[in-house]
């Protein structure tokens, strides 16, 4: 069964830093492009970052450029997000998920969600 | 990249269809065949229902379709159930290389 498990949530000041992880189970972890979703509290769906199955290349929302890092450690079966200079706007349910067959990072859609861990962004 | 334009919500009686509309750019619904639908259920992860505008997920009713004509995408909902009653969110891949999701659409089922 596929699973996908993050952690690393928590209430953190503006300007602070977070690395969420992502345990990923069930399938050839190395072969799957991921990527970060997130949520604001009783808001919309974000796509935040994605990354290809080796981790070579990586995408982001211009929102977060310069300040998250999207990376994975395929020998560990575990996607990161590596995330600096916290703002209140940050605050959201974070998701990671899993591209659907193997194909290409953002143009596969998402088949499988992890149930989130939630960031909150406040002094 | 703004997010693709959805109705708030959209409601309709059991057994009804529904359509449910998600409008882009030039940049994006309108030049890729890329968008996919997600159903999400309150403090539930979101689904993948419709990938590649039309082609169902697997497991997903054959009540659910997908279609789009020029910078428009929708989601089309036959023979509506109760269970049906979540919030939808398409998404499309970008000229500039992203992702962007739609507004978020409340189904309510009368």
């Known amino acids: 069964e596929v699973q996908l498990v993050e952690s690393g949530g928590v209430l953190v000041q503006p300007g602070g830093s977070l690395r969420l992880s992502c345990a990923a189970s069930g399938f050839n972890f190395s072969s799957y492009a991921m990527s970060w979703v997130r949520q604001a509290p009783g808001k919309g769906l974000e796509w935040v970052s994605g990354i290809s199955g080796s981790g070579g290349i990586t995408y982001y929302v211009d929102s977060v450029k310069g300040r998250f890092t999207i990376s994975r450690d395929n020998s560990k079966n575990t996607l990161y997000l590596q995330m600096h200079s916290l703002r209140a706007e940050d605050t959201a349910i974070y998701y990671c998920a899993k591209v659907l067959g193997i194909g290409p990072t953002l143009t596969t859609p998402f088949d499988c969600w992890g149930q989130g861990t939630l960031v909150t962004v406040s002094s | 990249q703004s997010a693709l334009t959805q109705p708030a919500s959209v409601s309709g009686s059991p057994g009804q269809s529904i359509t449910i509309s998600c409008t882009g750019t030039?940049?994006?619904?309108?030049?890729?065949?890329?968008v996919s639908w997600y159903q999400q259920h309150p403090g539930k992860a979101p689904k993948l229902m419709i990938y590649?505008?039309?082609n169902r997920s697997s497991g997903v009713s054959n009540r659910f379709s997908g279609s789009k004509s020029g910078n428009t995408a929708s989601l089309i909902i036959s023979g509506l159930q109760v269970e049906d009653e979540a919030d939808y969110y398409c998404?499309?891949?970008?000229?500039?290389?992203?992702?962007?999701f739609g507004t978020g659409t409340k189904v309510s089922v009368l």
């Open positions: 998404s499309s891949f970008t000229s500039s290389t992203t992702l962007v």
């Open positions: 030039s940049s994006d619904v309108a030049r890729y065949n890329y």
């Open positions: 590649d505008v039309s």
